[in-house]
């Protein structure tokens, strides 16, 4: 996976006005509530990177 296609999947799976997942509706025609698992899994690989970078930095 490259590091930028966190942020896509952040940027195009937002909340819409009615709670849902705007990224999954659009995609995949699927009603699915928002945060979808593709959030979920977005932003704990982020957290990861930044935990990872952290660590390094302190050795």
């Known amino acids: 996976m490259k590091d930028d296609q966190e942020q896509v999947i952040l940027s195009v799976h937002v909340r819409g006005l009615d709670g849902l997942c705007v990224g999954c509706r659009a995609w995949w025609s ?3 509530p928002y ?6 899994w977005a932003t704990s690989r ?6 990872a970078r952290f660590l390094e930095g302190v050795r």
């Open 30 to 32: 699927r009603l699915a």
């Open 35 to 40: 945060p979808c698992w593709q959030v979920e």
């Open 46 to 51: 982020q957290a990861r990177m930044i935990t």
